[in-house]
């Protein structure tokens, strides 16, 4: 059904083209409450993005988007804006997404490829608005309690003892101190095969809207251990100590970095990103109205047993997905 922000969004495309748009084609939503459409000027297409305020902004988009270009990332050009209604036009980069394309063939070459550019988006920490946001103990904490307001209480309807709050408080404090204790880079914060197109056989980058300066192992971690795509485990363990002495012989990261210390940071920063997510994907649903999601947190979850199961320190922790969690994703 066609809404009164369609509408208008329709009718400033067409006196931005000087095309009479038969019918805004929807291309995907995200996470977010932004839309996409495709739509046309009779010769080439574009994107047409519904951004609306005050829960969404154009700006950080635009200014991280004119970063990229500058890194040579392939990004989206912004063809026309209106801000104030958080309307835009940007070039169409077609719809093959990373995730469509990549096999066991093809993933490692991808993968490089997106890691090497990777590099590019780390060395962006601010943009013509200035520094981006820092990925702060504040914003750790919002991420970390998603799982529990949205997954745990409000999606399972489960509860928690007094000893797994507990433990629950250890785990998000680990999580925290990870973060915070790695090299501080830029962060796209959204970098999996999902937010990557495939054009000719070089990546494009969408959906960097939350861009900030975080831990060197965030963007990575999301791209490997993929919320949306599984591989197994030594094939990851390969491309991730490959990155690690990609990003030493770059000096993005200094020599005295050993790679427990690495494998470390990245086990951890997935954890707490699959975190989030899980929680994100039970309030997409519940808040949202968008059940798509849900196929994907099983997956989430079981990325957290897998990686704490190598580290006692998270035992119990490990202990509550399997006994609580678990069980009641596959009720």
Aim: charged share 20%; glycine share 6%; with cysteine.
């Amino acid at each position: 059904m066609t809404d009164q922000r369609e509408l208008k969004l329709q009718a400033w495309c067409e006196a931005v083209t000087g095309y009479r748009q038969q019918q805004l084609q929807p291309v995907s939503g995200d996470a977010s409450f932004r839309r996409y459409f495709r739509c046309s000027d009779g010769h080439r297409s574009y994107i047409a993005v519904d951004a609306p305020p005050p829960q969404e902004s154009l700006q950080p988009f635009m200014a991280v988007a004119a970063a990229y270009a500058e890194q040579g990332l392939v990004v989206p050009t912004v063809v026309a804006a209106d801000e104030q209604h958080g309307l835009m036009l940007q070039d169409d980069l077609g719809s093959a997404l990373l995730l469509g394309e990549l096999t066991a063939k093809s993933m490692a070459d991808y993968y490089q490829q997106a890691l090497t550019d990777l590099m590019k988006i780390m060395r962006v920490t601010d943009t013509d608005l200035g520094p981006l946001p820092a990925f702060d103990r504040a914003l750790l904490e919002r991420e970390l309690a998603l799982f529990h307001d949205w997954l745990v209480k409000t999606h399972l309807g489960l509860s928690m003892s007094e000893q797994q709050q507990q433990m629950w408080a250890e785990f998000c404090e680990a999580m925290i101190n990870n973060a915070l204790e790695q090299p501080q880079v830029g962060v796209h914060r959204d970098f999996h095969s999902r937010n990557i197109m495939v054009q000719a056989g070089r990546l494009a980058y969408i959906d960097f809207q939350d861009a900030v300066v975080g831990p060197i192992t965030y963007d990575a971690v999301s791209l490997l251990r993929d919320c949306y795509i599984e591989w197994p485990p030594a094939d990851i363990q390969g491309l991730s100590q490959g990155f690690f002495e990609q990003l030493q012989a770059e000096q993005l990261m200094t020599a005295s970095v050993t790679l427990s210390q690495w494998q470390r940071w990245f086990d951890l920063m997935g954890m707490q990103r699959h975190t989030k997510a899980a929680g994100i994907f039970a309030r997409l649903y519940h808040r949202d109205g968008k059940s798509g999601y849900l196929q994907d947190i099983p997956r989430t979850v079981n990325y957290l047993v897998q990686v704490s199961a190598h580290y006692p320190e998270f035992a119990d922790y490990r202990a509550w997905l399997l006994n609580d969690i678990v069980p009641a994703l596959a009720r």
